[in-house]
Structure formats: structure tokens, C-alpha cells
């Protein structure tokens, strides 16, 4: 089992930056295929972006292609969220997954395919 912390959100205004990370419990991090997701008010809880065990493969949502990045440090079981121009529609919940299933190489963006969920991470952006 693992625990997963997220952390960094907070206001921001259209424009800028956030760095969110994730912080996960125990020893086998790097047999984990991580993912980012978000949910805003009202909205269902949709996928932001999938990294897989070792790092080498990245996806990402169109709506975030190009502005965000995820990247993980299986060394500290960190994945991170690098959210670059950021947008008002942004604005949400985020929270970070892992799926102990994903073989190697595999990025994962279903959200019924995670297993462990984080408790969230606000980020506004303000218009």
C-alpha cells in the first residue's frame, strides 16, 4: 500500500506558475505508474497527466499539452506537476494517483485504473 501527500497549490494569477508535488509512502515508488488528475467544482475529476515507473514516458491531456509537465525522483518517491501558464479554467482540485498494475513503460489515463489517491491540492488562478 502506499500513502500519497500532495502539496504547492495555492493562488496564483493567470499567467504564472505552480509547482505541485507528491509525496508517497513506502519502498517500491518505482513500481508505481503515477498520474496527475483535477476536479473542479461541480466538474467529475478529470485526468491532467500520466508518468510511468521509471520516468521515461510521459502524456498529458490536450488542455494541458505544452504548459504542464509531470516528471517523478523514484530516489525521494517525489512525482511532480510543473503548471506553466496557467489559466483561469485551471482552476481546481489536483491530486496525484498511482497504479500498482501499469507494467513498465505503460502511462496510465483512466481514472478508475488508480489505486491510491492523495487528499488534493487547491490551485486558483485568478483572472
Known amino acids: 500500500q502506499v500513502q500519497l501527500v500532495e502539496s504547492g497549490g495555492g493562488l496564483v494569477q493567470a499567467g504564472g506558475s505552480l509547482r505541485l508535488s507528491c509525496a508517497a509512502s513506502?519502498?517500491?515508488?518505482?513500481?508505481?505508474?503515477m498520474g496527475w488528475f483535477r476536479q473542479a467544482l461541480g466538474k467529475e475529476r478529470e485526468f491532467v497527466a500520466a508518468i510511468s515507473r521509471s520516468g521515461g514516458n510521459t502524456y498529458y491531456a490536450d488542455s494541458v499539452k505544452g504548459r504542464f509537465t509531470i516528471s517523478r525522483d523514484n530516489a525521494k518517491n517525489m512525482v511532480y506537476l510543473q503548471m506553466n501558464s496557467l489559466k483561469p479554467e485551471d482552476t481546481a482540485v489536483y491530486y496525484c494517483?498511482?497504479?500498482?498494475?501499469?507494467?513498465?513503460?505503460?502511462?496510465?489515463?483512466?481514472?478508475?485504473?488508480?489505486?491510491?489517491w492523495g487528499q488534493g491540492t487547491q490551485v486558483t488562478v485568478s483572472s
Open positions: 494517483a498511482a497504479d500498482f498494475r501499469a507494467l513498465a513503460g505503460a502511462v496510465v489515463a483512466g481514472l478508475g485504473d488508480y489505486a491510491y
Open positions: 513506502g519502498r517500491t515508488f518505482s513500481s508505481y505508474a
